[in-house]
């Protein structure tokens, strides 16, 4: 590769030994994530992963597949590559845990206008945390500059992830019933969803985003925003291991309203007690500088509430109780009922 240069192609807008840089910059990077099942390095045409199936007697693979959508345009105004990665990750690796899978295998995408290996490393630097924080390796991806296509200091990052769940340990709902507890897994923030109303609301384009805001404790309007999406895989495994876990929701665009009843079967809804819900201080300033209903922003936003999961409700204080001893604050905020949708009381 090191023979490897195309000066017409340079011409072009795409510098191939740029890419060859990034690869060797993002390796470090790419290291941390290594599990035992990891059988190939980078730099070959597919990434090779060895299944241990050690106590799973009908394994059954499960994928997902996303992107950080329009967030990155804050990435881009503050200059800070470094956890949109992050929220690649999560937001698969959050969306198989739903199933009761653990996450093995990741992959990501990303398109850029102008190869910048030193950014595109930042970039996959998060990737990696976002793997090693949810116990996944990072296999492989693709980096495509497309000069013409997106502006030179632009790129969109979207990812692949493959986990696995015995077949008949799958979380699918079919126990709930009314009267099951529904917990909740506070947010970080405000994820990764939602960002095209964000964006408009506070015109991040054009305005201050790096002043210090009272109602957010002193960070800034862009420091907030770009908080990467929390990972909830771990926790929930450990939880998984402890009780009985009907149904999990991972609360992303659409909120409330669209993302818990597809957790549920059909017949039954959920009653949220707002009193209990722990809602982040962007919500409230999203909704008053916006002039946005309430409805509007439970089905846009998550409110603080990244993850609802449904567990029997003579099991809800030791769930609660392990996911607390797992570093996640979380809490009751209501219960099954009898219904469809969701009921804020």
Do not use: W
């Amino acid at each position: 590769m090191k023979d490897s240069y195309s000066g017409s192609y340079a011409a072009a807008g795409v510098d191939i030994t740029a890419g060859y840089k990034a690869v060797e910059l993002m390796k470090q990077h790419i290291k941390r994530t290594t599990t035992s099942g990891v059988l190939s390095g980078i730099g070959g045409f597919g990434g090779l992963f060895g299944l241990d199936l050690t106590g799973i007697s009908k394994p059954v693979l499960v994928s997902g597949t996303d992107g950080v959508g329009t967030k990155l345009k804050l990435a881009f105004l503050l200059d800070k590559h470094d956890t949109v990665g992050i929220d690649c990750v999560a937001m698969c690796v959050n969306d198989i845990i739903c199933a009761g899978a653990k996450p093995l295998l990741f992959l990501d995408y990303i398109a850029c206008g102008k190869n910048v290996p030193e950014r595109i490393a930042e970039i996959v630097s998060g990737v990696a945390e976002g793997c090693v924080q949810s116990g996944a390796a990072l296999v492989g991806g693709e980096t495509a500059e497309m000069p013409g296509f997106y502006d030179e200091k632009e790129y969109d990052l979207a990812g692949f992830a493959v986990g696995v769940v015995d077949r008949d340990k799958i979380i699918d709902s079919s126990t709930v019933k009314a009267g099951d507890a529904v917990i909740a897994l506070p947010s970080s923030g405000v994820h990764s969803n939602g960002f095209s109303l964000v964006r408009r609301v506070f015109d991040v384009e054009n305005s201050d985003i790096t002043s210090p805001v009272a109602e957010l404790g002193g960070k800034g309007i862009g420091e907030t925003l770009i908080t990467p999406t929390k990972i909830y895989v771990k926790p929930v495994l450990a939880l998984l291991d402890a009780v009985n876990v009907k149904a999990i929701s991972h609360i992303t665009g659409g909120g409330f309203y669209e993302n818990i009843p597809r957790s549920l079967p059909e017949g039954i809804g959920v009653k949220i007690e707002k009193s209990a819900l722990k809602t982040l201080p962007i919500f409230d300033l999203i909704a008053k500088t916006g002039n946005i209903p309430e409805r509007d922003m439970y089905n846009t936003f998550n409110m603080g509430v990244g993850m609802s999961i449904v567990v029997p409700a003579d099991q809800a204080d030791e769930a609660v109780r392990v996911l607390n001893a797992n570093g996640e604050d979380a809490y009751i905020m209501g219960e099954t009922v009898e219904g469809e949708g969701v009921c804020l009381m």
